[in-house]
Each structure stands twice: as C-alpha cells, then as structure tokens.
C-alpha cells in the first residue's frame, strides 16, 4: 500500500515509486568480507573519535559500491546532528554536478550531544546508500521513500550485521567473533 503522499505524484512518477516500491532486497556478494571494515568502524565511534568514524565510514561505503559495481560517493561525517522543530536531521544524500554525491551523516545527537548507538548510525548509513543504490544500481529516475525503499534499507543492514556484530560488544569495545 503506497504511502499517502503517493497521490500527490505526477503519472510518471508514480511509475517510478511503484517500481521502488516492488525490490525489496538487493544482495551483498561474501557480506562477511566488510567484518573488519565494520569493527573499525563501530570502535572507532564508540570512541566519539569523528575522524577515524568518517574514515571507516568512507572506507566501508568504497568497499560496499565496489563490490555492487556502482560509481563511488565521498562521505562526511559531522559531530552533532541539526535540530529544528521539525525534528534532527540524521543523514543526507546530495547529487552533485561534476563531482560524485555526497553522503554526510553525524555521529551526535542534537539534545545531549551523544554518540549514537553504531546500529543506529549504520542504519543511517545505508539509508543515504539506498539512494545512491537506487539511482546507480537499480536505474530509477528518483529515489523515493517507499515500503521497498525501506525493505531494501533493512536487508543491507541485515546482511551486514548478520556477520557477527552484537551490540554489547560493539558498546564495550571488544572485537567481534561469529
């Protein structure tokens, strides 16, 4: 069932949203192959460290759209997430002429200015990679928030986190076994 701004869409793109709509997964060839870019990154924002964060972050985005054979993105990592009254702002996807798109992503809270929790922060992560994914991989002229759109969200976290991450362990600090 479409979302309800669905019918303020124009036919053509409501094409597009059905489309989004109808993949739900898209499938991380050998996911256990990110497990040490991933324990980099999780201890480094554990430790609030933003340069080693934005780094892991950019190292495991590079390795992700390598692997899914799709053009590559920079990412920046900011410390405290921008607040309004309309709520935080937790990750952003820009397109970019002449330069490769933008993923910025912050690794604070507005209100207490604390690290997310990594899952979090992952999670964020790959929903700005979902919209990279989804006009480079899969072709679609837009990259609308859709029930698939959030299917496919979940299943790349799914995937990454299935490779032996437990957020106990990710919050002590402690590498990861499977």
């Not at 309800?4 to 997964?25: E, F, M, V």
């Not at 985005?61 to 920046?76: E, W």
């Not at 002429?97 to 992503?105: A, E, N």
Request: aromatic fraction near 10%; glycine fraction near 6%; proline fraction near 5%.
């Amino acid at each position: 069932m479409p979302f309800a701004y669905y019918r303020r869409l124009k036919p053509q793109q409501q094409k597009i949203y059905r489309k989004s709509d109808g993949i739900t997964s898209v499938i991380i060839p050998q996911p256990e192959r990110f497990h040490a870019l991933l324990q980099y990154l999780a201890q480094a924002l554990a430790r609030g460290d933003q340069r080693r964060t934005e780094e892991g972050t950019q190292a495991l985005v590079a390795a992700l759209l390598r692997v899914l054979g799709v053009p590559p993105v920079k990412v920046k990592v900011l410390e405290k997430r921008p607040s309004h009254r309309w709520g935080e702002l937790h990750g952003l996807y820009e397109q970019r002429r002449g330069s490769p798109p933008l993923i910025t992503v912050w690794m604070r809270t507005a209100k207490r200015i604390q690290v997310v929790a990594f899952k979090t922060f992952l999670r964020t992560l790959l929903h700005e990679v979902m919209h990279h994914l989804d006009y480079c991989l899969l072709d679609l002229a837009d990259s609308y928030h859709t029930e698939g759109f959030y299917k496919r969200e979940s299943s790349l976290l799914n995937q990454l986190w299935a490779v032996g991450f437990s957020g106990a362990a990710v919050a002590a600090g402690k590498k990861i076994s499977r």
